[in-house]
């Protein structure tokens, strides 16, 4: 493997823990070494394309990252339940207030229909609801 491919891959395994821990505090501990035989199998390109230029970038944080992915799943609609459950947390985790993530649900029915704005606002605050209780 190339330098400069084995930094990309150091550089993107950092940048991911970093993620991870900002996503999903409980995971800081995550072992990710058994990635590392996965990774150099794939090319180069390929790498470059999913780590080097979109999830390594350094235009926006972590809870910006997370709140554009909800605005895209909650566009999808039902299909995407699982995921908007799951971005709905982390962006909470990772800073993102109920207002902020109530703000890009509702931007999105102009593009995803009412439908799915308000079925992704019920699973948002069945989401803050959850974490409230937990908290106490």
């Given at each position: ?44 390109d390929l790498m470059e ?67 799915a704005m308000q079925r ?17």
């Open positions: 493997m190339n330098d400069p491919f084995a930094q990309m891959i150091r550089q993107m395994m950092e940048s991911s823990q970093a993620m991870l821990r900002a996503f999903n505090p409980a995971m800081e501990k995550a072992n990710v070494a058994p990635f590392d035989k996965a990774f150099p199998t794939l090319p180069a394309m999913w780590f080097g230029r979109t999830f390594n970038r350094e235009g926006l944080d972590a809870k910006t990252r997370l709140l554009v992915t909800l605005a895209a799943l909650t566009v999808l609609g039902a299909q995407a339940e699982p995921q908007i459950r799951l971005t709905v947390r982390h962006a909470r985790e990772a800073g993102a207030s109920e207002l902020e993530i109530a703000e890009v649900i509702w931007q999105m029915s102009m593009f995803g229909g009412l439908p992704a606002l019920e699973i948002a605050q069945g989401i803050f609801a959850e974490m409230k209780e937990t908290d106490e």
